[in-house]
């Protein structure tokens, strides 16, 4: 493994501060510089931008995109164990990391922003992984403040944030908000063995970026509809849809969608027209 800068081996430091993994806060560590320096790289030309990290940990990441040239990263970091490892990356690269003691899921990152814009990149603690990337997709006004988002996660929840209704079974709400919302893809698998302490599964980064113009629609009732036809969707959206209009049919046929259809065959452009039938008639 090689060296990206002049500071002490990930595991000399996890030694020296005693920073065993916490299962409660999700954390499983990346030792691997070379690693999360393809992370970093897969984030698209740092140079001169500002970076949002999530639970730094020890900071691998967080010096492989400072050491790819990343101008600012603002670290956000419950675990206050890790805040003397952090602090000596900051005295490394002195002015360029900010370190947040605080839960990312409260955190208002406006004032650290000042009306700028970041990439988020980060190796995202398994627990809080899903409502931080749905808070980043909800956010308003849109374009959000973020220009992309280079994100791990679970390969199982990887694999719904990317779908279509061509991989009906990972196809839900989560897919029907990322892709109104984003391009998202799936960068490469990281193995379970690449972390310590192992997990047991394997893990995956994914990469979004945010549509300037999205298709027209109430993100709060596209979150209705979808709720209701994935909420059943064995049923056909004749009946699933009952849970949003006594009498969906003419919602249906409004929005050009095939009554007997299910959820899992609906694309993402026919929840949109649902929801801007159901706010017609609201």
Request: proline share 8%.
């Amino acid at each position: 493994m090689s060296q990206i800068d002049s500071l002490p081996p990930l595991r000399e430091v996890v030694e020296r501060h005693g920073l065993m993994a916490q299962k409660a806060l999700g954390q499983n560590f990346l030792f691997d510089l070379n690693l999360t320096g393809r992370i970093a790289r897969s984030a698209g030309p740092l140079e001169g931008g500002t970076v949002v990290e999530i639970g730094p940990g020890p900071g691998g990441l967080t010096r492989a995109l400072l050491a790819n040239g990343a101008a600012r990263v603002i670290a956000i970091e419950r675990d206050r164990r890790c805040l003397p490892a952090l602090a000596e990356i900051a005295a490394h690269y002195p002015g360029r990391l900010e370190v947040i003691d605080g839960d990312a899921l409260a955190v208002d990152l406006s004032p650290y922003l000042a009306g700028g814009r970041a990439r988020i990149v980060a190796n995202l603690p398994y627990n809080i992984g899903t409502p931080l990337l749905v808070g980043w997709l909800s956010l308003e006004p849109w374009p959000a403040w973020w220009t992309s988002l280079t994100l791990m996660f679970q390969r199982e929840v990887a694999e719904r944030i990317v779908a279509t209704p061509e991989q009906r079974a990972d196809y839900g709400r989560l897919a029907v908000l990322a892709g109104w919302r984003c391009e998202a893809k799936i960068l490469f698998d990281v193995p379970r063995t690449a972390f310590v302490p192992q997990p047991k599964i394997t893990s995956s980064i994914v990469h979004l970026v945010p549509r300037e113009e999205p298709e027209p629609c109430q993100q709060r009732l596209l979150e209705r509809v979808t709720l209701a036809a994935f909420g059943q969707r064995r049923k056909m959206l004749r009946q699933s849809l009952k849970a949003v209009l006594a009498d969906p049919m003419p919602l249906i046929e409004e929005a050009g969608v095939s009554p007997t259809a299910r959820a899992e065959e609906v694309p993402v452009s026919g929840f949109v027209r649902l929801a801007n039938a159901l706010a017609a008639r609201l």
